[in-house]
């Protein structure tokens, strides 16, 4: 019995270890530094964490699956912008998103938006590559959409 709970026990501490390897950013000006310093564009995911039915669902469907997790590592730094309704966020936090959303013009949620950027003189530039948001048909489908905007095919 001892043998067959710590084999359960490894096999479910591989599976947490190999979901928790992805990195989210709440602080926009680091995910700028790693950005630039991987040379990978920013995926800045605009959500409303604990409200948004469409949030919840691109998460559940796509976000949090292991073909989106591979796939991310390799090409894009993630950020969560989050507007939560019920949880709570430090002030920074909800003036950073705030900015944000006003800057890129999110109207509606989820938002993902691929893009570079660049701070110089205290300015930070985005160079916008493209965005997107929920899209049916799990993460084959939505990951097809992202490759198009993160490695466009030369005309």
């Known amino acids: 019995m001892k043998k067959i709970f710590l084999v359960a026990f490894f096999v479910l501490g591989?599976?947490?270890s190999q979901a928790q390897e992805l990195k989210w950013y709440t602080d926009v000006k680091?995910?700028?530094?790693?950005?630039?310093?991987?040379?990978?564009?920013m995926l800045m995911f605009f959500t409303g964490s604990d409200w948004c039915g469409w949030c919840i669902r691109l998460q559940n469907e796509v976000?949090?699956?292991t073909e989106f997790q591979k796939w991310a590592k390799d090409n894009v730094v993630l950020v969560e912008l989050d507007y939560p309704r019920r949880t709570p966020q430090t002030p920074e936090i909800k003036n950073q998103n705030n900015e944000l959303q006003q800057a890129f013009g999110i109207q509606g949620f989820p938002t993902i938006y691929f893009?570079?950027?660049e701070a110089k003189d205290g300015k930070v530039n985005f160079k916008g590559l493209g965005q997107t948001g929920y899209v049916a048909g799990g993460p084959s489908a939505w990951l097809a959409v992202?490759?198009?905007i993160v490695h466009p095919k030369k005309s």
């Open 30 to 41: 680091e995910a700028i530094t790693v950005s630039n310093k991987e040379n990978k564009p």
């Open 146 to 148: 992202a490759e198009g």
């Open 115 to 117: 893009t570079s950027a």
């Open 14 to 16: 591989a599976f947490t």
């Open 63 to 65: 976000l949090k699956t």
